[in-house]
């Protein structure tokens, strides 16, 4: 019964292809977000979405793009992938008025070649 | 530009004993602090929190200080046990940020039996 789940856990692709992760959470939140942990450890935002609606979109290429079909899911599309891509990426969801504690999976590591 | 600074990177203790890791920040504007515990393979979870009009939360063995004057926040864990062995992230919300969550660069935990 994972609470936040996203697909693939590994993904190995090549510099310039498409590729998307699938999140969806069974908590019944409100708000889902796209985390990045960086070769340097950092998290950073990259996205949030309440209820469907984009409400944080941080400084990320145009080449990310969120999709949120409905409030269960929030899916992350990167077009041309490139090298520096490579990273770990989390989902996360909460729950409205405890927007900090949030709940992650357990993250999709993207190799780039 | 680090606004959450976790210096450092790893930190051996023995079982029973105190754990203390450390956490600075320099945005005097955060009002909500968390920790964050990560295993291998998995996401984040959330462990203890504190508001900034606070300077200390407790749950059972895990304990955060805040000290505000200093811009400086401590989580003990005591008494440490092998099964607290981790990386903790420190993290940081500014006012409103729904969501958006400053996280320092993690300290790894390792508790010897």
């Known amino acids: 019964d994972t609470a936040v789940s996203q697909t693939p856990k590994y993904l190995v692709t090549q510099m310039g292809n498409d590729k998307s992760i699938k999140c969806e959470q069974n908590?019944?939140?409100?708000?889902m977000y796209w985390y990045k942990q960086d070769s340097k450890k950092f998290l950073k935002i990259m996205f949030s979405y309440n209820n469907k609606e984009l409400i944080i979109n941080e400084t990320v290429p145009n080449r990310f793009s969120p999709k949120s079909p409905d409030k269960a899911h929030l899916n992350l599309h990167i077009n041309s992938l490139e090298l520096g891509d490579s990273a770990v990426y989390f989902c996360a969801s909460s729950r409205r008025g405890f927007a900090e504690k949030l709940f992650f999976g357990s993250g999709t590591q993207l190799s780039v070649l | 530009d680090q606004q959450v600074k976790q210096n450092s990177p790893s930190l051996s203790v023995q079982e029973g004993r105190i754990s203390i890791l450390n956490c600075d920040y320099t945005n005097s504007m955060f009002d909500y602090f968390l920790w964050y515990k990560k295993y291998p393979a998995e996401g984040p979870t959330f462990l203890i929190s504190i508001s900034s009009i606070k300077d200390k939360n407790e749950d059972g063995r895990f304990t955060v200080f805040l000290n505000k004057s200093a811009k400086h926040l401590s989580l003990h864990i005591v008494p440490s046990q092998p099964g607290d062995s981790a990386v903790y992230f420190c993290?940081?919300?500014?006012?409103?940020?729904?969501?958006?969550?400053?996280f320092g660069k993690g300290t790894k935990l390792s508790v010897k039996p």
């Open positions: 908590l019944g939140h409100d708000t």
């Open positions: 993290a940081a919300s500014p006012a409103g940020s729904q969501g958006n969550l400053i």
